[in-house]
């Protein structure tokens, strides 16, 4: 099936390389993700919801800064040079994209400190709970395992697409203590949330000026010459 695709779309990636596959299957991620954004803040303002808002518009950044990583991946992969000129390049790009990572937090933590002061009347059933928890775990769980992994494939670009997953995966577990809240009826499910969100969107800030202000300065050149 990738294959195909790539042979239809005339994409730029290699199957086989380990790499290219984790960057197509994040393009192919951006649809899906495109119409839940845009889903949200068509919902907000028919509904004059800020909460909806804010939430779209993270998405709507997650989603840009998504492309700009995948753009710059693919205008690197293709240039016909070194493989130590193309992890410069791609280290070069981690400023920006650590700044994007900081925008994402700001963001998430705009949509908790709504949460946290004006409240959210959603509530959920068992078996609501019990999904949101299922998908807030499993994208979680499975962001991490990715950006672990990716660490592996000396590509600065490909291991910030994964940390984009883990943050987006952290704010789904806030979503996860809200939904179990509200089914066990707690007054305080909105301002616990609120709180819960706001600090991670403390740590997700921190991570993208460490990303910023120390990964885009990393020798991982010297480290692909010493595996090979």
């Known amino acids: 099936m990738l294959n195909t695709i790539i042979t239809r ?20 991620s951006i649809p899906i993700g495109l119409i839940m954004a845009m ?17 779209g518009t993270y998405y709507v950044v997650l989603l840009v800064f998504k492309i700009i990583t995948l753009w710059r991946y693919q205008h ?10 193309k992890i410069h390049a791609e280290q070069a790009f981690l400023t920006l994209g650590g700044i994007g990572y ?4 700001i963001t998430f933590g705009s949509f908790c400190y709504v949460m946290y002061a004006h409240g959210y009347d959603q509530q959920f059933n068992l078996n609501a709970a019990l999904i949101v928890a299922m998908i807030g775990f499993t994208k979680l769980v499975s962001a991490i395992v990715g950006l672990v992994r990716s660490r592996h494939l000396l590509s600065p670009l490909i291991t910030l697409l994964k940390a984009y997953s883990v943050a987006d995966g952290m ?10 809240l509200t089914y066990q009826k707690s007054p305080q499910a909105s301002s616990a949330t ?15 000026l460490w990303i910023t202000i120390f990964a885009a300065h990393r020798n991982l050149a010297l480290q692909e010459n010493e595996e090979q």
């Open 76 to 85: 690197i992969r293709v240039q016909d040079t070194p493989v130590d000129a």
């Open 171 to 180: 704010t789904a577990i806030v979503l996860t203590q809200y939904a179990l």
């Open 39 to 55: 889903t949200k803040l068509v919902m907000g303002l028919m509904f004059f919801s800020s909460w909806l808002l804010i939430f």
């Open 102 to 105: 900081c925008l994402i937090g």
């Open 9 to 28: 779309l005339h994409l730029p990636f290699n199957v086989d390389h380990r790499r290219d596959r984790v960057a197509l299957y994040a393009a192919l």
């Open 194 to 208: 609120g709180l819960f969100g706001i600090a991670i969107s403390v740590v997700v800030v921190l991570v993208g």
